[in-house]
């Protein structure tokens, strides 16, 4: 009875100090790790459409705005993918992160890329919790903003409303070779030239 007793007593004590271990670990870590972590978890779960896990990070007074501007996760609007790309400490309790997403339409299938700037408070726990969030590069519509058509048509190009240059003399460009025609008399003597539809003959024979 005493062996057995010990035996649980031992592993008891195991547990314990496992869990403090673990407890230690976590009150260790550091502002910055703390805030890298709940941006990743916020974002993950937003992504999934885990919206009651996202809240946990989110500030009790951005909560409904945060959820208004994603009620058309999952439906009109699908996200790929995520990356956080910057986090960014601002004093003692405040930070902001840059997040990169990747989403389409699903009417559409064209992949677009929004980058959202978050803000972060650290509360008297010592959780961080969202505030703020704004789009500050990227496509239109991630957020809940009215969509904004996309243009692929270039402008056409002008047309020429002039006639070709028509050159007369000695002066004239070497223009292209063209078919030789015998003159009508060994002597041309060439007059002024016509304008454009008179039908007087450019030159006349002596």
């Known amino acids: 009875m005493r062996t057995r007793h010990s035996l649980a007593s031992t ?8 869990s403090l271990a673990v407890g230690c670990g976590l009150a260790g870590q550091s502002k910055p ?14 992504r999934f459409g885990r919206m009651e896990m996202a809240a946990e990070h989110i500030s009790p007074k951005a909560r409904d705005a945060f959820f208004e501007r994603r009620k058309a996760w999952g439906g009109s609007v ?3 993918d995520y990356d956080l790309t910057g986090l960014k400490i601002i004093g003692e309790d405040d930070a902001e992160s840059y997040v990169k997403i990747a989403w389409y339409r ?3 299938g064209d992949l677009r890329v929004t980058t959202v700037k978050q803000k972060w408070h650290s509360d008297a726990k010592g959780d961080w919790k969202l505030t703020e969030e704004q789009r500050v590069d990227g496509d239109v519509g991630l957020l809940g903003e009215p969509p904004v058509a996309r243009t692929t048509a270039a402008a056409a190009a002008p047309k020429r409303s002039q006639f070709p240059t028509i050159y007369l003399g000695s002066g004239a460009p070497e223009a292209p070779a063209q078919p030789a025609v015998a003159p009508a008399s060994p002597v041309v003597e060439q007059a002024p030239p016509a304008s454009f539809g008179d039908n007087a003959p450019v030159g006349g024979t002596r």
């Open 11 to 18: 592993a008891a004590a195991i547990a314990l100090l496992a």
């Open 33 to 46: 790790a703390k805030a890298q972590e709940a941006a990743l978890e916020l974002n993950l779960n937003a």
């Open 78 to 80: 699908r996200v790929a």
């Open 106 to 108: 699903a009417n559409e």
